[in-house]
């Protein structure tokens, strides 16, 4: 099976971090994520993650260092995740995509029902990294 690169970003205000809601006609609908998505062919990981932010959220954001990163199974493709800190230079975020946003602390975790993909990066946040 092909593996699809996946980039997302972490992006804290405070003690709080975003989380988006996919839409509900698309694949593992409903469920939250960090913002983010695919690298299209002949952009770098950094780039891919501009453009997404500005396409889902309309933010311009300065990507930081990898947070981390993850391989994960889906039953229809396989993604290899990589998670950057991230902050936002201008704009803010507007749901031109999801279904919902929220900005949440860790110990609010075990509230929302993320992407089998991000649970290990979920588990890593709630531990203080």
């Known amino acids: 099976m092909k593996i699809v690169e996946v980039v997302?970003?972490?992006i804290w205000e405070k003690d709080k971090f975003l989380i988006c809601?996919?839409?509900q006609n698309k694949a593992r609908a409903l469920l939250w994520e960090f913002v983010g998505g695919k690298?299209?062919?002949g952009?770098?990981?950094q780039q891919a993650l501009v453009r997404e932010c500005m396409e889902e959220l309309g933010v311009t954001v300065?990507?930081?260092?990898v947070f981390?990163?993850?391989t994960h199974e889906y039953p229809d493709l396989t993604v290899h995740l990589?998670?950057?800190r991230s902050r936002i230079l201008s704009g803010t975020p507007s749901l031109l995509e999801h279904n919902a946003m929220k900005w949440i602390s860790p110990p609010e975790i075990p509230q929302y029902d993320f992407c089998p993909a991000d649970k290990v990066i979920l588990e890593k946040i709630?531990?203080?990294?």
């Open 126 to 129: 709630a531990a203080g990294a």
């Open 82 to 84: 990589t998670l950057y």
């Open 68 to 70: 981390t990163e993850v």
């Open 62 to 65: 300065s990507v930081g260092e």
């Open 39 to 41: 690298v299209e062919r």
């Open 8 to 10: 997302a970003a972490l």
């Open 21 to 23: 809601q996919r839409p």
């Open 43 to 45: 952009e770098t990981k």
